[in-house]
T-cell receptor, first 111, second 119 residues
Framework: RKEVEQDPGPFNVPEGATVAFNCTYS??????FFWYRQDCRKEPKLLMS???SGNEDGRFTAQLNRASQYISLLIRDSKLSDSATYLC????????????FGSGTRLLVRP | GAVVSQHPSWVICKSGTSVKIECRSL??????MFWYRQFPKQSLMLMAT?????????EQGVEKDKFLINHASLTLSTLTVTSAHPEDSSFYIC???????????????FGSGTRLTVV
């Protein structure tokens, strides 16, 4: 089983749509969770951290369910510029501080 | 702040040659540097973790003699792909962990990546 698993995608949605991505992680001791965005042939960029209480940043809402080891990202009112690959990322919080990346979900927002 | 400069951004080399990729932290000290590799349509796979002044820790399946990592200073880490072959063609990215006490709100900062093509 992969340490971090995501919806395979791609998601092809019209502008203005609401889209949700899911992610599960295998290490129950993990403490930090993130969503990163990666554009084609670019480095990943932090979109938002994910907190236990859930958090929102504009059109983006992230949720964490520790009991189910499940993370989600909701994007409302999709824009063309949201087209990218969204990476679910987990920090297992061992002494190495390394990040474990999911395989990513590709989003295509069409006019 | 907290910028990592990675060079080169792309490189084409002949099979059998070696390629060095550099990552420099420009305005902070990178105690720990992570090296990732990304094949097309796949996610980032951690290759190794390097700490300044000590040997790198390689992930399972990554050949330490082929992918040489040097982290001799707090501002420079290098990855050398030795005797490169076409199957080593990939996108290589470095990432530094930023001490939150130094830069609150930051976590990890990534280099812009190096696209390696071995012909």
């Amino acid at each position: 089983r992969k340490e971090v698993e995501q919806d395979p995608g791609p998601f092809n949605v019209p502008e203005g749509a609401t889209v949700a991505f899911n992610c599960t992680y295998s290490n129950s001791a993990s403490q930090s969770f993130f969503w990163y965005r990666q554009d084609c042939r670019k480095e990943p960029k932090l979109l938002m951290s994910v907190y236990s209480s859930g958090n929102e940043d504009g059109r983006f809402t992230a949720q964490l369910n520790r009991a189910s080891q499940y993370i989600s990202l909701l994007i409302r009112d999709s824009k063309l510029s949201d087209s990218a690959t969204y990476l679910c990322v987990v920090n297992p919080m061992d002494s190495s501080y390394k990040l474990i990346f999911g395989s990513g979900t590709r989003l295509l927002v069409r006019p | 702040g907290a910028v990592v400069s990675q060079h080169p951004s792309w490189v084409i080399c002949k099979s059998g040659t070696s390629v060095k990729i550099e990552c420099r932290s420009l305005d902070f000290q990178a105690t720990t540097m992570f090296w990732y590799r990304q094949f097309p349509k796949q996610s980032l796979m951690l290759m190794a973790t390097s700490n300044e002044g000590s040997k790198a820790t390689y992930e399972q399946g990554v050949e330490k003699d082929k992918f040489l990592i040097n982290h001799a200073s707090l501002t420079l880490s290098t990855l050398t792909v030795t005797s490169a072959h076409p199957e080593d063609s990939s996108f290589y990215i470095c990432s530094a962990r930023v001490d939150r006490e130094i830069a609150p709100g930051y976590g990890y900062t990534f280099g812009s990546g190096t696209r390696l093509t071995v012909v």
